[in-house]
């Protein structure tokens, strides 16, 4: 089997580029721009206000298509997929931007739009036929009903001389036979970056290997025969801020987080619940969170541009990643150039206790940990904080517990900085201690710390 060594994908990157190579980081007009969306789980009518402003703004930036990644509905409701499509030609009649250009639907179903939902019990043939996207073969039927192009299981499309290609929800299976079966057709060992979009991220990629929800590696088995593939995939809803959602390997990897909410981890205390863990905190509101990206493409980089569409606001600094076939956004390479976030000087640690309820209301003697945020250090915002309870037997301070807790603003833009955090232990997890301080150390998304700063020790 034929395999493009990165080599290969450097001479080719550097034939595509030419005497051009390098014009581009001086800025000038990008090859390709679109916008990226994914888990936009339109549910009620009105709820699509975020989606006209993310097509709004990829519009006036230039756009020559738009990607999202699966889950356009929320329950697979054909009504849902329906206002998701009216919301696209609104904003892109006939497929058109105000100047003429044609912008392309890079679109694929994910499972919320394609799946079995409890609305579907008990009702009658007709019933489902009229709206369930699910329903025999209304995937097919309803996508290029409201699209007006044909539904393919895989679909490849040109734009602006770029590849893309796009697996429907179950379809990523296919994909290693796919490409086999037409690199050569669609140019996919010419060292020119193409890009894959599919629902679920492609394991041991973004986030790592405990990314839920990924998919089990059948794509990225596709994928690292093409160092020159660019995937762009969702589900997960982890944070744009999280810098492990760009992660190059084999080829490069990208998680497009969510234009509904985001989905933080399951282990800290403000998360995720957890099976089994009962937690002190209430989950952070991160229904606030709505995030997309515009990427642009040069002939020798591609500068991705994180936005949030609630507050209109960039989410950090772009990435803008090299196309000479380095892998600049490895993360054992990037972790080890990151600086952990640090407190200010004199910042102190402030403890109190009151009875209160733990995230299932039961009343619960607590004990509430607080601080004042860490302050971004040159290469890192705080993710979230690591805090140890200690106590002290004979001679030695012994940790009792620790917990971990996310920044407030951890998915927010760096203009909406969370000024505090705080933590909260039931004083059962304490294990008895008579007397305890706490200490509290920030950390950055790959889990550099900073310097802890610590509480007075108290009497419990």
Request: charged share 25%; glycine share 8%.
């Amino acid at each position: 089997m034929f395999h493009l060594s990165r080599r290969m994908f450097l001479a080719g990157a550097a034939a595509t580029a030419g005497a051009r190579a390098f014009a581009g980081f001086a800025g000038g007009v990008p090859n390709l721009t679109f916008g990226v969306l994914s888990d936009v789980h339109l549910e009620r009518p009105g709820d699509e206000d975020t989606l006209l402003k993310a097509f709004t703004y990829f519009r006036d930036n230039g756009a020559d298509g738009v990607l999202i990644a699966g889950d356009i509905a929320n329950t697979g409701r054909i009504e849902q997929l329906k206002r998701a499509a009216d919301c696209f030609f609104r904003v892109f009649p006939d497929s058109k931007a105000p100047d003429g250009r044609r912008v392309e639907q890079l679109f694929v179903y994910g499972n919320h739009d394609v799946g079995n939902w409890g609305w579907l019990k008990g009702k009658d043939e007709a019933y489902l036929r009229e709206h369930s996207i699910a329903h025999k073969d209304n995937r097919s039927k309803i996508w290029e009903d409201l699209f007006h192009e044909p539904y393919r299981p895989i679909w490849a499309k040109t734009v602006k001389g770029y590849t893309f290609i796009g697996a429907h929800w179950g379809n990523e299976k296919d994909l290693d036979a796919f490409l086999q079966a037409n690199a050569n057709t669609l140019n996919l060992r010419n060292g020119k970056p193409f890009f894959y979009t599919q629902h679920p991220h492609p394991a041991n990629t973004v986030q790592g290997p405990w990314a839920w929800g990924n998919d089990k590696g059948v794509a990225t088995r596709a994928l690292e025969k093409f160092p020159n593939a660019v995937a762009f995939s969702g589900h997960s809803h982890y944070s744009l801020t999280d810098e492990r959602s760009i992660w190059q390997g084999s080829f490069t990897s990208i998680g497009t987080s969510s234009l509904r909410y985001i989905f933080s981890q399951y282990w800290r205390d403000n998360g995720e619940n957890h099976n089994g863990i009962v937690k002190q905190m209430k989950m952070l509101p991160e229904h606030s969170g709505r995030q997309g990206m515009l990427v642009r493409v040069y002939n020798d980089r591609m500068v991705i541009e994180r936005r949030e569409f609630v507050y209109g606001e960039s989410l950090g600094p772009d990435w803008v990643v090299p196309l000479d076939g380095s892998p600049a956004f490895a993360f054992e390479s990037r972790k080890a150039a990151k600086i952990a976030p640090a407190f200010a000087p004199g910042a102190k640690v402030e403890v109190s206790r009151a009875v209160g309820k733990d995230r299932k209301g039961k009343e619960t003697d607590q004990i509430t940990v607080c601080f004042p945020a860490a302050l971004p250090s040159a290469t890192s915002r705080v993710h979230d904080y690591e805090v140890t309870a200690f106590a002290y037997h004979e001679d030695v301070d012994y940790p009792v517990t620790s917990k971990r807790v996310l920044s407030e603003s951890y998915f927010l833009p760096p203009t909406r900085e969370a000024k505090s955090g705080h933590i909260v232990f039931a004083v059962s997890e304490l294990k008895g201690s008579k007397e305890v301080y706490f200490a509290v150390r920030p950390l950055e998304c790959f889990g550099r710390k900073g310097m802890e700063i610590c509480s007075d020790m108290i009497r419990l």
